[in-house]
């Protein structure tokens, strides 16, 4: 029987452990310790369709819905309320990816045999979403009804909770930045929103795996983050700070998040491919893509104080969006991207993915990372022929089951003539 040869990993922890620290001291901040969680059950309700503000989309699946709010902060006398509403299919109904095909759902099975229902097992992969709410904002493209169909009908449960009852989502006192929410229960941590979100992600896992209930119905082992925008960057950095993600869904995050900090003209210039596009942009938003100056500007709350200090410098921040998407490795993950969505900068999360995938091929796992970019933009494609959800799900149903898609060439798409424009590489003797 051959020897397995393991080489000592510990220099590249060691460097991605000091990118992490520089990460949480200039960009994110420094969470507290999670505490107990607290929780209280308000209501639950079985159901056979989903809606939102834009209607109802049946289900071919029964689905349980428990409303819950949780409570977390350093004391039992000093917490901050927050809800999650999780939704557990309670018959299984598909058995993989739809390849891209057809409807936003899938085709219904008859109901299981009592052997198949035996066989069935006991606990669902879970998408933990933060989003805003019972259902997210529809103009923004996050979670809607289509989106949330198309996850429960393949079997995965999601637990989409309201990140701005943790902290809202709005400049706050004269600087912008004053703490609110969680952060005033913690006034020893500078942390910033974005930190605070994802740390309210982990406190939603530390729910689901210690409640009587959930915690026999959700596998451990296939927790998935998932958010959109903004929601993305959360997501990145909630996997990033707990190994308990085993796969993460950072969708259209741009700035900050899967794209890069350095300013786009170094090393990237504009692509040009759609001069349009900056002609319409949000009137917020000011150069096309949007620099680390825009996001402290116009957000001046979602990082630390500390990352103002790169507004007029970006090229000298010590570290790229690459090494928090490596940081996850071997975990999986899937960004999503936008082709004409100039202002999150795509083309920078285009040289993130290519820069990480050296990492993901030296760990000897390649399949685990993957890029998509749809035809539009900034919001989630619910047509029912180009359905990004069905994307996630069938990325989902590859890494956590092996289910092979026939539309699995997606997961490595690039929309650009960018390469690879960091000089970092692997190191030189494979991992094992």
Excluded at 337 to 365: C, I, R
Aim: hydrophobic letters at 35%.
């Amino acid at each position: 029987m051959g020897r397995r040869r393991v080489i000592n990993l510990m220099p590249f922890i060691s460097f991605l452990l000091d990118r992490i620290d520089m990460i949480e001291h200039y960009q994110m901040g420094i969470a507290p310790p999670r505490p107990k969680v607290r929780s209280q059950l308000t209501g639950t309700a079985e159901l056979d369709q989903v809606c939102d503000f834009q209607g109802c989309v049946p289900l071919t699946t029964k689905v349980t819905l428990r409303n819950i709010t949780l409570h977390v902060g350093p004391s039992g006398n000093k917490t901050q309320p927050f809800d999650v509403f999780v939704y557990i299919p309670t018959q299984k109904v598909h058995e993989g990816g739809e390849g891209g095909e057809g409807g936003p759902r899938p085709r219904p099975r008859p109901a299981p045999s009592s052997a198949e229902a035996a066989a069935a097992p006991s606990k669902r992969p879970i998408f933990v979403y933060n989003g805003e709410g019972y259902f997210s904002g529809v103009e923004y493209g996050d979670l809607t009804a289509q989106g949330l169909a198309v996850l429960l009908e393949r079997g995965f449960a999601v637990a989409n909770f309201n990140r701005n009852m943790l902290r809202k989502d709005s400049k706050t006192g004269a600087s912008g930045n004053a703490p609110d929410g969680v952060q005033t229960l913690y006034p020893e941590n500078d942390w910033g929103t974005i930190s605070v979100w994802a740390w309210g992600a982990a406190c939603v896992v530390d729910f689901l795996l210690e409640d009587a209930t959930l915690s026999q119905l959700v596998d451990e082992t296939k927790i998935m983050s998932i958010g959109h925008s903004r929601g993305g960057k959360t997501a990145l950095w909630h996997a990033v700070k707990d190994e308990r993600v085993s796969a993460v869904f950072p969708l259209m995050s741009g700035q900050s998040g899967c794209g890069p900090v350095a300013r786009v003209g170094t090393p990237w210039p504009s692509h040009g491919l759609y001069p349009g596009i900056c002609a319409v942009r949000p009137p917020w938003a000011g150069p096309c893509q949007e620099t680390v100056a825009d996001i402290n500007t116009n957000f001046p709350y979602w990082f630390t104080e500390r990352y103002k200090s790169f507004n007029s410098a970006a090229d000298a921040i010590p570290w790229d969006q690459h090494f928090q998407r490596m940081m996850v490795a071997p975990r999986a993950q899937l960004g999503l991207e936008g082709v004409t969505n100039d202002h999150e900068n795509p083309v920078g999360s285009q040289a993130t993915y290519l820069a990480a995938q050296t990492a993901y091929d030296w760990l000897g796992v390649p399949q685990q990372l993957g890029s998509f970019f749809h035809p539009g933009a900034h919001p989630m494609n619910d047509l029912p022929s180009e359905h990004d959800w069905k994307v996630v799900a069938d990325f989902a149903d590859l890494v956590q089951a092996g289910k092979q898609p026939s539309n699995a060439s997606l997961f490595n798409t690039t929309a650009f003539p960018v390469k690879q424009p960091y000089s970092w590489k692997a190191p030189s003797t494979p991992p094992y």
